[in-house]
């Protein structure tokens, strides 16, 4: 046999632990088939087939697991017992079975007889082969078809699943839910299992059915020795199952439910049935024939355009549905865009105008020209005729802001512009330098004596926007920086018509020469046919040195002025200095503002924001005026940026461990930083005498998780930090948006994350009294609960009024109180779940609870102060507790020995106040996991969030000063954004949020109606009196 390979080992490991602790039973051999049932979580069918050669062919089980296409631990265990040997033949089983039902299984003839009737019409349930595949006794089945026509077994519902197709997959799928009833003959006294929608009581009987066989029988009566599921080899059916299957059979034959299309293809269906069924928009052809008029958005589009004549720019329209038509007055047009109404383009074209006709991709050519005439009209205003025919008529001038966006509404489009008098040509846009050349001739009179020299070269014409410059050629609209228009506009003022000519006398070479020549060639090429002889006319030109020292908290400049060969330093007391020296003395003072004690240098004193600027900004500038030398003290003071900081998580237990590392900064120098973080400084100097920058982001990141923590600077750098692991999801958070701190994460933490990102995937199975009766968004509430629940933390269910609050939370009870009894732990005490709601609601809660997991024990927590003192000393085998805020504060003592599981409120609003009685009452009840339901989380207050979380999870908001301090100041009264924000990322994993229109799409829209009604004088005056005691209230607050 060889069948190991196919299994992961894991898997198979767990499999061999099931085998070996004896978790294995009922296994059969029928020719090459083996079958048996595997207890996990439940009991599970599992079957498996042999080849001759001895090799697996095909292996199935019952398990969700299994029917997702996967190898499961329990087909493994199954195969470890076939190997072992420990089974039995079908013929030792039959010799075995001494049942008073002992006999053939339905006849194969009856079975034909069946498929025949199927034969005619397509089913997509295989009852015959159901029936073929059970192998009931023939006697049980008569038995079983005469109660179902009797009627005293009925069909309550059948109900399908579609799924993707079964014949597809390794194992069958469930689809087909089906559920009947025992009207008549129930043994006197027994207590039903449950009741139907008309309430009428009955025995239940369920079945869970795939395409092909039946995969559950299970029946409520007492000598019923099921469930029975499918492979198992069982052949003690009763007979109230026998008649179900009865009824399956012609309820399928009669109504014919199920098919093997998937969800994804019935919507695949009904999108491209409604395509089907959308008219055909008529041809523009048929349009024209029939005098029809079909309407599609409006296109808006923008042009260029130039007067003779005129240097600026200006901006033209085109509006239309296919055919663009020019718009001759803009001003018109925008009115009528604005406050509806029509307008004739063109011979007879009438286009109704209004913003809501605009087609989405002419939004930004709207608003470009609707804020212009908004603006104008806003400056015209009085002065509308004027105005308007001079500044809105036929074009929009461009210049400033309306220049810039212009060109970011057309860049990446092919832009129409017409020169007035010149043919229309179609620009594209691009951000270019133009390629300038200028060249400098020397200006000698008849005796060739040199008198200066003229500029000459030509410039395009540059239209001025806020931030751009803009120029056109044959091809483009070119866009460039401001910066350059600073340098270039000198020479365009002086030009005409493009043309620049301008004169240097001798005078002004040195000037020329030394100065304006290399700003000019840093945009332009310019040609000095003599240069060489220019400059020899000039006098030398003196340079700067500046030398550079440090010396404990400051740094010192001397300045020294070199020609040629000599140097001659500049003093700082001097005064009569020439203006080149002049500015380089400026240019020093700028970082060096005192003198050094001997008066012989230029200092920066003990100011390090000097010292940071001058290395940050101030070398780069000095090495443009001169030379810089630096001492070795000098050069060993650096700025140190984007130091590497690493953060470690790992998840032990219900703790967090947090590790913080810098391989840039020892643990010393990242305490120091952080100990004097502040978020308006840009730099810190550590005692080694280097700056590091903090606004780099690394550094910024790590404040902000620190303060984010709530942690000193000594807890967060000195060795592994232990936070509460309900931190996990909100430093996850922080994380993940950080791009310069390295982090890592361990397998607990990663998993943790993962489980509350997938809520809506989360393995946790619907409890099987509540299958069929959750919504689906009452699932994904139920599994988000069980999810906070594995994990140790609290949360609040803060659906809207009406959404099933408390069923949801009743499916948590009931499907860990099914997993306990499946697991056997129903000896001792149980695990006990205290519901705290007000009085009006404690009996419906009873109430709900046994109509929805009537298995569920309660005891109401009412009566006289004698009789729940009893009730709570004599709990006995009671799994919830019921009772209401006020009773939960008179009897708070007597809670002092008993602890819970869960401790649920409901109406949580009742503790938003924490100093009331209630609040402080539910805080002391001890209890592993706490929630709180309530359609209103926050009613008037921010403080009222702070006290529910303070009973779901202690401390996980901080102190209430602290809260109050921190996060409810800044957002009532300053409204910061921020801080909402960081509060927002802090409860979001905790709460649960639902509305009807977002998830009961079948409700009609809300209708609301206002009316309002006066206060008499008393109310009148009693609601001004509160409203003054408030203002004062808030005043001494912010005082």
């Known amino acids: 046999m060889r069948w190991k390979y196919l299994f992961e080992s894991a898997i198979l490991t767990r499999g061999r632990d099931y085998y070996r602790l004896g978790r294995v039973f009922r296994v059969t051999k029928k020719d090459s088939e083996y079958a048996g049932v595997v207890r996990g979580t439940e009991n599970y069918a599992v079957t498996a087939k042999f080849l001759p050669s001895g090799a697996l062919s095909s292996l199935g089980c019952s398990c969700p697991h299994a029917r997702e296409g996967n190898f499961c631990k329990h087909m493994a265990a199954l195969l470890f017992a076939v190997e072992a040997g420990e089974y039995q033949t079908a013929a030792e089983v039959s010799a075995q079975d001494h049942s008073i039902w002992k006999d053939a299984a339905v006849p194969e003839t009856e079975i034909a007889r069946i498929e025949k009737d199927y034969a005619d019409t397509y089913h997509y349930f295989d009852f015959p082969e159901m029936l073929r595949q059970l192998q009931i006794r023939q006697s049980v089945w008569e038995r079983g078809k005469a109660l179902a026509r009797s009627g005293a077994v009925a069909l309550r519902e059948f109900r399908f699943q579609p799924s993707s197709f079964a014949g597809s997959r390794k194992t069958p799928v469930t689809e087909g839910y089906v559920t009947g009833e025992i009207r008549t003959g129930r043994p006197a006294g027994r207590r039903l299992e449950a009741e139907d929608a008309a309430g009428e009581a009955g025995v239940r ?19 019923c020795p099921g469930p029975h599921y499918a492979g198992s080899g069982a052949k003690d059916y009763c007979e109230h199952e026998a008649a179900l299957l ?62 003779a004549g005129s240097r600026e720019l200006e901006a033209v329209f085109k509006v239309g549905e296919g055919r663009m038509y020019r718009i001759h007055s803009l001003e018109e047009f925008a009115e009528k865009m604005l406050s509806g109404g029509s307008m004739q383009f063109g011979q007879a074209t009438v286009f109704a105008l209004g913003e809501e006709k605009l087609a989405e991709n002419s939004r930004d050519v709207w608003e470009l020209l609707k804020d212009a005439f908004m603006d104008i009209r806003q400056r015209g205003h009085g002065l509308k ?15 400033g802001e309306r220049l810039d966006r212009f060109y970011d509404m057309v860049r990446g489009k092919v832009l129409e512009y017409k020169e007035e008098r010149s043919p229309k040509v179609m620009l594209s846009c691009r ?9 400098a001739e020397v200006l000698r009179d008849t005796a060739g004596l040199v008198h200066g020299l003229e500029l000459s070269g030509v410039l395009p014409e540059f239209q001025e926007g806020r931030n751009y410059i803009y120029w056109l050629d044959e091809e483009h609209l070119n866009r460039v920086p401001f910066s350059f228009a600073e340098a270039v506009h000198p020479l365009a003022e002086s030009a005409e018509e493009g043309h620049v000519r301008v004169r240097i006398g001798r005078k002004h070479l040195e000037s020329f020469m030394y ?169 810190y100097r550590l005692k080694s005498g280097d700056f590091i920058a903090l606004r780099d982001n690394s550094i910024e990141e790590l404040e902000d998780l620190m303060e984010g923590l709530r942690m000193s600077p000594a807890e967060f750098v000195r060795g592994k930090m232990h936070l509460p692991a309900y931190r996990t999801l909100y430093l996850d958070k922080m994380l993940q948006q950080s791009e310069d701190l390295y982090t890592t994460r361990d397998i607990r933490f990663k998993a943790m994350v993962r489980s509350f990102r997938n809520v809506q995937d989360a393995d946790f199975a619907i409890p099987e009294a509540l299958t069929g009766v959750l919504r689906k968004y009452q699932k994904v509430g139920y599994r988000w609960l069980r999810t906070l629940a594995s994990a140790g933390f609290g949360g609040i269910l803060a659906d809207e009024m ?46 709900e609870i046994n109509r929805f997991a009537p298995k569920l024990k309660t005891l109401l927590i009412t009566g006289t102060q004698e009789e729940r003192a ?71 207050r921010l403080s009222e969030l702070w006290s529910i979380f303070d009973y779901l999870m202690p401390g996980f908001l901080y102190s209430y000063e602290d809260f109050r301090r921190q996060f409810e100041s800044p957002i009532v009264k300053d409204e910061d954004e921020l801080v909402r924000e960081h509060l927002g990322k802090m409860i979001s994993p905790f709460i649960l949020r639902r509305f009807k229109k977002d998830v009961l799409k079948d409700l009609p829209e809300k209708l609301e109606e206002v009316r309002y009604s006066a206060m008499e004088a008393d109310q009148k005056r009693l609601y001004d009196a509160q409203v003054l005691h408030m203002k004062q209230m808030l005043a001494m607050e912010e005082g």
Not at 210 to 218: G, K, M, T
Not at 385 to 397: D, K, R
Not at 808 to 831: C, F, H, S, Y
């Open 205 to 223: 009987i369920r079945a869970s059915l795939s395409q092909s066989r039946v995969e559950l029988l299970r029946c409520g009566c007492p000598g």
């Open 246 to 307: 009865y009824l399956i059979g012609q309820y399928i034959l009669e109504k014919n439910p199920g098919d093997a299309t998937s969800e994804a293809g019935e919507r695949l269906l009904q999108e491209m049935g409604r395509i089907l069924e959308r008219p055909e928009e008529p041809s523009e052809l048929r349009q024209e024939i029939l005098g029809l008029r079909v309407h599609r958005p409006l296109q808006l589009s923008a042009g260029l355009v130039k007067k």
């Open 385 to 399: 005729n004027i105005v308007f025919t001079e500044l809105l008529g036929e074009t929009l001038p461009l210049y």
């Open 431 to 439: 951000d270019r330098m133009p390629e300038l050349y200028f060249q």
């Open 515 to 683: 100065d304006v020549l290399p700003l000019l060639r840093r945009f332009a090429e310019v040609s000095v046919p003599e240069e060489e002889e220019i400059l020899m006319l000039l006098p030398p030109r003196e340079s700067f040195r500046f030398y550079l020292d440090a010396a404990g908290s400051e740094a010192s400049c001397r300045l020294c002025a070199v020609l040629g060969e000599t140097e001659e330093e500049i003093l700082p007391g001097e005064e009569e200095l020439t203006e080149r020296r002049k500015k380089a003395l400026s240019l020093v003072r700028e970082y060096f503002p005192e003198e050094t004690e001997d008066e012989l240098a230029f200092s920066t004193g003990a100011r390090e924001d000097l010292i940071y600027l001058l290395l940050e900004e101030g070398l780069d500038r000095l090495l443009l005026a001169g030379e810089v030398q630096l001492t070795d003290t000098f050069r060993r003071i650096h700025i140190r940026r984007r130091p590497r900081v690493s953060v470690g998580v790992s998840l032990a237990g219900n703790l967090l461990e947090l590790d913080i590392a810098g391989s840039d900064l020892s643990e010393e120098e990242m305490l120091e930083v952080l100990s004097n973080y502040h978020r308006k400084k840009r730099f």
């Open 802 to 847: 009406g959404l099933g609050k408390t069923v949801q939370v009743i499916a948590l009870l009931e499907a860990e109180r099914e997993e306990r009894e499946r697991a056997g732990m129903t000896e001792g005490a149980p695990e006990r779940t205290l519901i705290v709601a007000p009085a009006s609601l404690v009996y419906n809660w009873s109430a």
């Open 870 to 940: 009893d009730l709570l000393e004599n709990l006995q085998d009671a799994e919830v507790l019921i009772t209401s805020y006020d009773l939960l504060k008179r009897d708070i003592d007597r809670y002092e020995g008993l602890s819970f599981r869960y401790e649920v409120i409901d109406e949580a609003q009742f503790i938003k106040n924490h100093t009331t009685a209630a609040a402080r009452a539910v805080k002391l009840v001890r209890s592993e996991v706490r929630f709180a339901l309530t359609g209103t989380p926050i009613e008037n």
